[in-house]
């Protein structure tokens, strides 16, 4: 743990570049639009495709699929640090508070994503009904293998120490 100003420092850090474990790919694209119901031309109809995008598109929903860790490797697996909990300030609790994505070009098959995460901002230290904390906005950027962004992801998190029950056990303040 440290303090405001030590966490202050880290805007601006990025997480090293972290690849997706496949291509995309149409058997995945499929699967997934079967499993939500999705019937748009653009995953399904390889003439149509061709036509608007020059090949069959991932849906943006799969983005979070493409970059998904593989649970199991033989010989074991890395966990994957987050450069969020990496942040040196107060607090021993973080949930998620907002995420906003944005998606600027099509994912193709075949294309291979990467992402790097980056402290875009730290907030001065709120109270609020959870407890004592700071929010920390991180940006992750998704590029495809030629270097173009594919899509960005701005999340909000809130790190905090939990309030206390007071005697009449009620939590403590609010904001």
Not at 98 to 127: C, H, W, Y
Not at 145 to 158: D, I, M, S
């Amino acid at each position: 743990m440290g303090t405001y100003e030590d966490g202050l420092k880290m805007i601006g850090a990025k997480s090293e570049v972290r690849f997706s474990e496949s291509e995309i790919n149409w058997p995945m694209i499929k699967y997934y639009c079967a499993l939500v119901e999705d019937a748009n031309p653009s995953y399904w109809d390889g003439d149509f495709a061709r036509e608007r995008w020059g090949s069959i598109i991932a849906p943006p929903g799969m983005l979070q699929v493409w970059m998904s860790r593989i649970q199991w490797k033989p010989g074991g697996i890395t966990p994957a640090a987050s450069l969020a909990d990496s942040i040196p300030l107060p607090g021993d609790t973080l949930i998620n508070v907002s995420t906003e994505a944005e998606f600027l070009r099509p994912m193709r098959i075949g294309d291979q994503l990467n992402v790097v995460d980056e402290i875009a901002a730290i907030s001065p230290e709120k109270t609020t009904r959870l407890g004592t904390g700071h929010f920390v906005t991180t940006v992750a950027t998704y590029r495809n293998q030629r270097g173009e962004v594919v899509a960005r992801n701005t999340n909000q998190l809130f790190r905090f120490t939990k309030n206390q029950p007071s005697s009449d056990g009620a939590a403590g303040k609010e904001a």
